[in-house]
């Protein structure tokens, strides 16, 4: 079996991410690594480990990583992510507080670490800024040459940004760490707008998980149920699989028609955050990132929700 790290801003759709993770018969997932973006970084780790309790995983820890972008000495959180997320980044559902501390070690040790020891039997998949992997990878270099494949939520190229007309939340919170490893040569695929906003997850959805009447049932559909009513588009019955297609993706790719290309992010101007194809590579043979471009979403959808439903039948 796979070993997993899931690199998480935990907001919402992260924790829908963390628990299909721990249900998975696909993966073991070994840690998670914090970093900033829907929450800032102390947040969003306490936010995962408070998840991980209420779903009968606190053996799984829990590390903080980078609190800005390279290119930035502060990161400060947007109005958009408070009103997406909720003020706590959980749709200010209040979740008991987990008796498991945030681990001492720092997430790029901690990544360094489980790459080195791992290799190829380990699957990351980051669902914020790319900040972490980019400070591992560029404190050891080496690593490049053993590490397994990473999954990335993020970017958008054959549909706009939902940022600006080009860039896509995460991509565009840390544009250099992006495309460092985008150029990096290591196997990556992009899940971005173009198939996570083709899957979504209903009230009726959430319903299901409510009728299992269990603590973790309800408290994800109280999460999911605020998270809905900030999607206007659907008329507040209906949100997208943003994050948990990126896990899903690590573990059914075969869901997922994938373009290879070599890509990389624009990192200034209007742009900014843009993901495209790198054009000093375009006859370049053998690129490493595919970039997903479409989903059979019933299959995905249908996936998510059964896994859940059963994960929240076994917590508490």
């Known amino acids: 079996m796979k070993k997993l790290i899931l690199d ?19 993966f073991e997932l070994i840690g998670v690594t ?3 973006g829907n929450v800032y970084t102390e947040v969003g780790a306490q936010n995962a480990l408070n998840v ?35 003020e706590n980044g959980v749709g200010d559902v209040d979740l008991p507080m987990a008796s498991r501390p945030i ?11 489980a790459i080195t020891k791992y290799r190829q039997d380990l699957v990351i ?12 990878l560029k404190q050891a270099p080496l690593l490049k040459e053993i590490i397994g494949p990473v999954v990335i939520m993020g970017g958008a190229l054959t549909v706009p940004g939902n940022v600006s007309p080009y860039a896509e939340a995460n991509i565009s919170k840390d544009p250099h760490a992006a495309k460092f490893l985008f150029e990096s040569g290591i196997d990556l695929t992009m899940v971005g707008l173009d198939v996570t906003e083709r899957s979504q997850l209903t009230k009726q959805d959430t319903q ?3 009728q299992v009447q269990t603590m973790s049932g309800r408290v994800f ?11 206007p588009h659907s008329g507040a019955t209906a949100s997208y699989l943003h994050d948990p297609s990126a896990v899903i993706c690590a573990a059914h790719p075969e869901w997922f028609t994938m373009l290879p290309m070599h890509m990389t992010v624009i990192t200034e101007g209007e742009g900014t955050g843009r993901t495209i194809g790198d054009p000093a590579k375009l006859r370049t043979p053998e690129p490493r990132v595919k970039v997903c471009v479409g989903v059979d979403s019933e299959k995905v959808e249908r996936h998510f929700v059964e896994t ?8 508490i």
């Open 8 to 26: 998480l801003d935990t907001g919402i759709d992260d924790s829908m991410a963390l628990a299909y993770a721990v249900e998975s018969s696909d």
């Open 34 to 36: 914090g970093t900033y």
């Open 308 to 315: 859940l439903t059963a994960l929240f039948r076994k917590a």
């Open 208 to 210: 299901t998980w409510r």
């Open 52 to 86: 991980l309790q209420v779903l009968g995983h606190s053996d799984v820890p829990v590390y903080c990583g980078a609190k800005h972008s390279l290119h930035t000495e502060r990161y400060l959180r947007h109005e958009i992510s408070a009103k997406i997320h909720g």
């Open 221 to 231: 559909a109280d999460m999911v149920d605020y998270y809905i009513a900030q999607h």
């Open 103 to 113: 681990e001492e070690k720092k997430a790029v040790d901690f990544l360094i670490w």
């Open 125 to 136: 998949v980051a669902t914020g800024p790319l900040t972490n992997l980019a400070l591992a």
